[in-house]
């Protein structure tokens, strides 16, 4: 890092949440593409820490998206009530995240042999919280609104999406950050699914 004009490791780590959280959200909204995001992540996160952006490394997107990819860290309760809901529910996945990222860290972590059908925006050309892209899952697994349930941790693509699909929803919420919409129901750990479902 020091060699790239970073000094700082932790003002680097809090400029990249700084940055990717606010990329992301526009990515999901369509205001910039793929392409863009990647382009311009790491410039904008040396520029934010202070640093002169055309020191980013080349290959530093490239890195950090197969290490990234690669991790096989789970939040708390994961596999557990991945076992506890498995036997009783169909179990899929709507995601905002590329292609060959989603099915990279889903093996890392061991979560492919959970999840039946796996939509990404890449995908249907739609995002969420697009109902169309909840629609485009709901077809291709036969089902309906009525008999789905939403989980994510994200208020906008997640949990406005479901509520835009007139899907049950469940906001995970596990720093109590709270929501501007109101979701169907509210949980701070994983296991507490077991009271719902």
Request: a negative charge.
């Amino acid at each position: 890092m020091i060699n790239c004009g970073i000094t700082n490791a932790e003002k680097f780590i809090q400029s990249f949440y700084n940055v990717n959280f606010k990329l992301w959200a526009m990515y999901d909204v369509g205001k910039i593409d793929k392409e863009s995001l990647r382009e311009t992540r790491f410039k904008l996160i040396f520029e934010n820490a202070g640093t002169d952006p055309n020191l980013v490394p080349k290959v530093m997107e490239d890195d950090f998206m197969h290490r990234t990819s690669s991790k096989p860290h789970l939040l708390p309760y994961t596999i557990e009530i991945l076992d506890y809901l498995k036997p009783h529910y169909g179990l899929h996945i709507i995601s905002n995240g590329f292609n060959e990222s989603q099915s990279k860290k889903m093996k890392a972590s061991g979560l492919t042999p959970y999840f039946d059908l796996v939509v990404t925006s890449e995908t249907t050309g739609h995002k969420k919280p697009d109902p169309k892209i909840f629609q485009y899952a709901l077809d291709k697994l036969g089902t309906k609104n009525s008999e789905t349930i939403m989980i994510g941790d994200n208020p906008n693509s997640d949990i406005l999406g479901a509520i835009q699909s007139q899907i049950d929803n469940v906001y995970f919420d596990p720093h109590e950050k709270g929501i501007e919409y109101q979701p169907t129901y509210t949980i701070r750990h994983l296991k507490e699914l077991e009271n719902l479902l």
